[in-house]
């Protein structure tokens, strides 16, 4: 079945670590998402993709960063710049086209040790 | 500012009938999409409404003014699996979603 695929469930960061939550995708979508979801907050945006090898950064892009080196893939790397990591990390695409609902996969869970 | 404002909690009777309301200010205005979240879940998509008025789909309905920048979900015949988050967002004219922090919806038997 077509669907977004978020690894791992759950993931541990240690201080000054960097880690990288998998995001992919065989829908065939041209743009990808990742939002930070914190308790009681709205969803917020890190960074877009709308095409292979370009992205952008959304509202809270300090301490992220990203590749879309492949059009299923869209890997979000938690550097030890982001000093409060703690959230659920969602990924999402859309096809290219008329305006249409995202498609979220099931989310990271990201905690600090 | 873009933003969204929606209740943060609201509780209702399993068989009764909700309505979660939604103001919201963009700059440039592509529709408004509801989503439900069950905690620890990722969000599904419920309904997107771009022009004014009501769309029904099934126990569930959402409806859009824009002079108004208001839309509201209702949900009918309540279960108790309808208990979960109901969020809000709005397309802004860069296509980008601006979300409300979410509704809780408590359902009580």
């Known amino acids: 079945d077509g669907g977004i695929t978020q690894s791992p469930k759950y993931l541990f960061r240690k201080e000054g670590q960097n880690v990288t939550l998998s995001c992919e995708q065989n829908l065939n979508h041209d743009a990808m998402y990742w939002y930070r979801q914190d308790p009681g907050q709205g969803l917020r945006l890190i960074y877009y993709s709308q095409i292979v090898n370009d992205f952008q950064k959304g509202d809270i892009a300090e301490g992220y960063s990203v590749s879309r080196e492949k059009k299923e893939s869209f890997p979000l790397t938690v550097t030890s710049a982001q000093k409060n990591p703690t959230a659920f990390y969602l990924c999402a695409s859309i096809p290219d086209g008329d305006v249409q609902p995202q498609h979220f996969g099931d989310g990271t869970r990201l905690s600090i040790l | 500012g873009q933003n969204i404002d929606q209740p943060t909690e609201m509780t209702a009777t399993e068989g009764a009938i909700v309505q979660i309301n939604c103001t919201y200010q963009t700059s440039g205005f592509n529709g408004l999409f509801w989503y439900q979240q069950h905690a620890g879940e990722a969000p599904t998509f419920l309904s997107y409404?771009?022009l004014d008025g009501l769309e029904e789909k099934g126990r569930f309905s959402s409806f859009l003014s824009r002079s108004k920048g208001y839309s509201y979900l209702l949900l009918k015949e309540l279960q108790m699996k309808d208990s979960a988050s109901y969020l809000c967002?709005?397309?802004?004219?860069?296509?980008?979603?601006?979300w409300g922090a979410g509704t809780k919806l408590i359902i009580k038997p």
């Open positions: 409404n771009v």
């Open positions: 967002a709005a397309m802004d004219s860069n296509y980008q979603l601006i």
